[in-house]
């Protein structure tokens, strides 16, 4: 997923630097191109199930034969040109959060999704990525988890 930063970064500084060179010199014409490479890049929210969230899962573990998740809120927004061009950006300080009991937790396996127990997570290593849509009970219990797969 560090890719996405990293060509987001890109994407800005690219922009940024356009700008400048179309607009940062005394008595120069702005270039028509430069403005209109700036504005071409637009991004819109990322679906998400009705009552799910976005997180990213920063570490797991079991305690007393509970799962325990430590998470961090996320938004999600995709470029509207390029939909493997996602930004996660934080929405929320960290929080740990448990399982409620019979909650479903679902992980990628190259192209499948696969049911696991949610003390899985504690022991193993995610294949894709650590961001997940989630759903919460009104006890603060996580319900459901659901690996997202963004290219």
């Known amino acids: 997923m560090n890719h996405r930063h990293v060509s987001a970064a890109v994407v800005a500084a690219s922009a940024a630097a356009l700008l400048a060179t179309a607009c940062g010199s005394a008595g120069a014409a702005p ?3 430069a403005g209109h490479a700036a504005a071409a890049t637009t991004w819109k929210s990322c679906y998400v199930p009705a009552g799910r969230h976005f997180l990213k899962l920063d570490s797991a573990k079991n305690v007393k034969g509970k799962a325990v998740v430590r998470v961090t809120p996320q938004t999600c927004k995709v ?5 493997e061009d996602v930004v996660y950006t934080p929405s929320g300080a960290a929080r740990s959060l448990g399982f409620a009991p019979g909650a479903s937790v679902e992980v990628l396996r190259e192209t499948t999704s696969v049911k696991v127990a949610p003390t899985w997570l504690a022991n193993h290593k995610l294949a ?21 797969y963004h290219p």
């Open 31 to 33: 270039r028509e191109g």
């Open 79 to 83: 470029n509207t040109r390029n939909d």
């Open 128 to 148: 894709n990525s650590p961001y997940f849509s989630y759903h919460v009970n009104a006890k603060g219990q996580i319900t459901a988890l659901s690996e997202i």
